[in-house]
T-cell receptor
Framework: EAEVAQSPRYKITEKSQAVAFWCDPI?????LYWYRQILGQGPELLVQ????????DSQLPKDRFSAERLKGVDSTLKIQPAELGDSAMYLC?????????????FGPGTRLTVL | RKEVEQDPGPFNVPEGATVAFNCTYS??????FFWYRQDCRKEPKLLMS?????NEDGRFTAQLNRASQYISLLIRDSKLSDSATYLC????????????WGLGTSLAVNP
């Protein structure tokens, strides 16, 4: 069964450092999502791509976060500089076309700890 | 009313019990709803989609009450492996292409 790949699985960094996360969606999925999930809460959408275009980044803290999906396939999420409050699980998901009835398939996530 | 609201629990039930969770939503125009399951330290996975009055899949039943704006998830004959967090997902108000996730309801099934 096809899966969403993410790396690294775990990342520990000091505040003010830069971190980057990578996601490879299921082949053929046009829509890619980056979520942040704080322990005990539901996922919060950070950015949504349709192919290589951003369709929603309203919740992305743009002063420190950036995301790209240059060729419409894999994607990178970057944080610079990292802050203590950024400690969370960063989940990537993909769906076939981004429709509301499309199932979102999640990767295993990257657990970020900022010291 | 919050866009999506769930009872966080935790719900502690014995094996074999029937348990139900509710999820209330604010957008009366929402047409589709989802229940995702998330195991501890794992990613969410789709459990059920609800487009009309409800959906049933084995021991799991999702029911939609549009008048009162809530969806419920019923689990019959609980198994130990049902222990997880159950996340309710609803399209948000004003933008039907964006999904809003609830905080989740934690279930622990005990032997």
């Amino acid at each position: 069964e096809a899966e969403v790949a993410q790396s690294p699985r775990y990342k520990i960094t000091e505040k003010s450092q830069a971190v980057a996360f990578w996601c490879d969606p299921i082949s053929g999925h046009a829509t890619l999502y980056w979520y942040r999930q704080i322990l005990g809460q539901g996922p919060e959408l950070l950015v949504q791509f349709q192919d290589e275009s951003v369709v929603d980044d309203s919740q992305l803290p743009k002063d420190r976060f950036s995301a790209e999906r240059l060729k419409g396939v894999d994607s990178t999420l970057k944080i610079q500089p990292a802050e203590l409050g950024d400690s969370a699980m960063y989940l990537c998901a993909s769906s076939l076309a981004g429709g509301l009835q499309d199932t979102q398939y999640f990767g295993p996530g990257t657990r970020l700890t900022v010291l | 009313r919050k866009e999506v609201e769930q009872d966080p629990g935790p719900f502690n039930v014995p094996e074999g019990a029937t348990v139900a969770f509710n999820c209330t939503y604010s957008n009366s125009a929402s047409q589709s709803f989802f229940w995702y399951r998330q195991d501890c330290r794992k990613e969410p996975k789709l459990l059920m989609s609800v487009y009309s009055s409800g959906n049933e899949d084995g021991r799991f039943t999702a029911q939609l009450n549009r008048a009162s704006q809530y969806i419920s998830l019923l689990i019959r004959d609980s198994k130990l492996s049902d222990s997880a967090t159950y996340l309710c997902v609803v399209p948000n108000a004003g933008n039907n292409r964006k999904l809003i996730w609830g905080l989740g309801t934690s279930l622990a099934v005990n032997p």
